[in-house]
C-alpha cells in the first residue's frame, strides 16, 4: 500500500498552515514515516487527516495530536474563528465571551488560543482563572449574559482527549442547526496561521468565581449538617471547589480520595475517568468504608456529572445508578421547590418514575432526546432535570446545564435530612418503590473501534425488529429505537460522546406494599436479568 498523491498533499498543505511548531514536527514525523511506506504510518496519517471534528453532543472531541482529525491549536483557532463569524453574523458582535478549561493535556494552551481570536475578532472576552469546573463556565456565561461560553475539556473521556464545549446566551449547549452552522462557518476560515489574533483580553476576577459557590451553597433546604462525606474528584477540577461548596454549606466532615485529589491530566488510577464505568469508582467506596461515611459522591473530571454511593443493609458499598439519583434529587425539589408550576424532566432512556413521582406532586413533566441542551430546552417553570448518565440539574434558574456540584451539595442535604429522622437514601427509595411500583434499570454498552459496526447494528435492529416488543424508530428526529412490552421497555442508541453502542433497560415491578416490596423486587431482579440477556444476544 502507498501514499496516496491526495493525502500527502492535504498533510504538507496543513503542516504548512499550523501555527504550532509541535504539532507541526509532530504531523511531519508521521508523514515522513508514510511516504516511507510504514503500513502503521499510512493509517495513522489517513486517520489524522479524516476530519474536521463535528460537533457532537456537546460540542467537539478528539484526541490531542497534529492534523484537522484531533484536538489542536490550528483546530481551535480555526473552531473559534468560525463561531466568531457566526456571532457576528447573528448580531452578537463585539459581545461578552467566558473562556475557561480544565486541567487536561493541551488545555491552558488552547483556552489561550481561543480567547485571542476571540479578543482578535473584537469581542469582550474573559478568561477564568484557572482550571475551574465547566458549570462555572456555564453559571457565568448565564449571569453575565454573555452571548457565549468556550469550555476546553472532554468530560470524562480517556485521558488522550480534548475538547471544545460551546455554550451560548443563558448558558444553554447549542442544538441543531446552530452546530451545522457553525461548522458551515469554520469551513469558510482561512488556514489557522492566517487568523488574527490577540492578546487583549481580561481574567475572570475571584469575586466573580465566588458567587457560583455563594450560590450553590444556599441551595440546602434542610437544616440538618450532621453527615460524613466521602468524595473524589476522580482527577480532574471539581475537588476544591466541591469541598468548598459543601463547607458552606455547613457540610464540614468531607473524606477525599487522597490519589485522586489533584487534577492529572494522564489519569494513572482510572483506565475511564468516569464514575459510570466498572471499577472507576472502587477507591471511593473503599474510602467510604474505612471512614465510615454517609454519603459517597464521585464527580466527573470537568464536575458537570455526579454520582453517589452508599451503604447497603450488608454493610458494603455500592454506587447508585444515575436514575436511582435522579429520582432522589427529583424527589427532593419538588417537594421543596417555590415554584407555583413546576417542570421536571429527563430523557427517553431514563428511568420513567419521575413521571409518577411529578403526577404525585401535582407537577408538570416531559421526555426529550439525550442531552442537557434538550433538558433545559423541556419548558417554562423547569425546576429540576437529569439523565441517567449522572447529569443533575437542581437549580436551572443559574446554571442551565447539568451541575456535579450542586448536584452534590443538594444530595448531602438529602442525606442529612434522611439521617436525623434514622433513615437513608435506601429507605428513601423504598418508599419511592412502595408508592409508585419498583423502577429497576439497567444498561449494556459496547465499546467500538470500528465505527461503522454501530452503524450495521443499528440497521440490522430497524431491519428486524426482535418478535414480542412494539418496535419505534425515532429517525429522523433522533437514531434511536424503542421496544415496549407490558412494564418494559428498551432504548437503542449510539453514544453521542464515546464510540458506544447502548441500551437502555427498565422493567416496571408493582408492589402491594411495604411487605410486598422484597418478593416485588426478587421478582424484578430476575425479568431485568432475562431481559439483559435477550438484549445482549440481540446486539452480539
Not at 134 to 157: E, K, W, Y
Request: charged share 25%; with cysteine.
Amino acid at each position: 500500500m502507498s501514499l496516496a498523491p491526495a493525502l500527502r498533499d492535504a498533510a504538507f498543505r496543513w503542516i504548512a498552515d499550523d501555527p504550532d511548531t509541535t504539532t507541526r514536527d509532530e504531523l511531519q514525523r508521521v508523514l515522513a514515516s508514510a511516504m516511507g511506506g510504514a503500513p502503521e504510518a499510512l493509517a495513522e496519517l489517513a486517520d489524522r487527516m479524516a476530519g474536521p471534528l463535528t460537533f457532537g453532543t456537546a460540542g467537539l472531541r478528539g484526541p490531542v495530536r497534529a492534523g484537522p482529525n484531533g484536538m489542536n491549536r490550528a483546530v481551535v483557532v480555526r473552531t473559534t474563528a468560525g463561531l466568531a463569524s457566526w456571532l457576528a453574523d447573528r448580531g452578537d458582535a463585539g459581545g461578552l465571551v467566558f473562556v475557561g478549561r480544565d486541567a487536561r493535556h493541551g488545555s491552558e494552551d488552547f483556552a489561550r488560543a481561543a480567547a485571542g481570536v476571540l479578543a482578535a475578532a473584537g469581542f469582550t472576552v474573559k478568561l477564568l482563572p484557572r482550571p475551574l469546573p465547566t458549570p462555572i463556565l456555564a453559571s457565568l456565561v448565564r449571569a453575565h449574559d454573555a452571548v457565549a461560553g468556550v469550555q476546553i475539556t472532554a468530560s470524562h473521556n480517556p485521558p488522550a482527549d480534548n475538547g471544545y464545549k460551546l455554550y451560548l446566551r443563558g448558558g444553554a449547549q447549542i442544538v441543531p442547526p446552530e452546530d451545522r452552522q457553525i461548522e458551515a462557518a469554520i469551513t469558510r476560515v482561512p488556514p489557522a496561521v492566517s487568523v488574527p489574533t490577540s492578546e487583549d483580553y481580561r481574567q475572570v476576577s475571584e469575586e466573580d468565581v465566588d458567587e457560583y459557590l455563594r450560590r450553590v451553597a444556599s441551595l440546602p433546604r434542610g437544616t440538618a449538617r450532621d453527615l460524613r462525606v466521602a468524595l473524589t474528584p476522580m482527577h480532574g477540577v471539581g475537588g476544591q471547589t466541591a469541598v468548598e461548596a459543601l463547607r458552606r454549606a455547613g457540610f464540614t466532615d468531607v473524606r477525599v480520595v487522597r490519589e485522586q485529589a489533584a487534577p492529572d491530566p494522564d489519569f494513572p488510577t482510572v483506565a475511564f475517568p468516569n464514575p459510570e464505568e466498572p471499577g472507576a469508582a472502587d477507591r471511593l467506596l473503599a474510602l467510604a468504608a474505612e471512614v465510615d461515611a454517609d454519603l459517597a459522591i464521585a464527580l466527573d473530571p470537568d464536575a458537570d456529572r455526579c454520582a453517589l454511593g452508599v451503604k447497603e443493609r450488608d454493610g458494603s458499598w455500592r454506587m447508585l445508578r444515575g436514575d436511582e439519583t435522579g429520582v432522589l434529587l427529583g424527589s427532593l425539589v419538588l417537594s421543596t421547590t417555590e415554584s407555583p408550576d413546576p417542570l421536571v424532566a429527563t430523557t427517553i432512556v431514563s428511568s420513567s418514575l419521575l413521571r409518577s413521582i411529578a403526577r404525585a406532586r401535582g407537577a408538570r413533566y416531559a421526555e426529550t432526546l439525550t442531552g442537557f441542551k434538550w433538558l433545559v430546552r423541556a419548558g417554562e417553570g423547569l425546576v429540576y432535570a437529569y439523565e441517567e448518565a449522572l447529569g443533575h440539574c437542581v437549580d436551572p434558574e443559574h446554571v442551565n446545564d447539568k451541575d456535579g456540584i450542586s448536584a452534590a451539595v443538594a444530595a448531602c442535604d438529602l442525606a442529612a435530612t434522611l439521617k436525623a429522622s434514622g433513615r437513608n437514601l435506601l429507605d428513601a427509595l423504598d418508599q419511592l418503590a412502595v408508592e409508585h411500583g419498583l423502577h429497576l434499570t439497567d444498561q449494556v454498552s459496547l465499546r467500538f473501534t470500528d465505527l461503522s459496526r454501530i452503524g450495521a447494528l443499528m440497521a440490522r435492529l430497524r431491519q428486524s425488529p426482535p418478535e414480542g416488543f412494539a418496535f419505534e424508530d425515532l429517525l429522523p428526529e433522533a437514531d434511536v429505537v424503542r421496544l415496549t412490552a407490558e412494564g418494559v421497555r428498551v432504548v437503542v442508541r449510539p453514544s453521542g460522546t464515546e464510540p458506544k453502542l447502548k441500551a437502555y433497560l427498565e422493567v416496571v415491578e408493582p408492589v402491594a406494599s411495604a411487605d410486598d416490596l422484597a418478593p416485588a423486587r426478587a421478582r424484578g431482579v430476575e425479568r431485568l436479568a432475562a431481559l439483559r440477556a435477550r438484549v445482549v444476544e440481540l446486539l452480539s
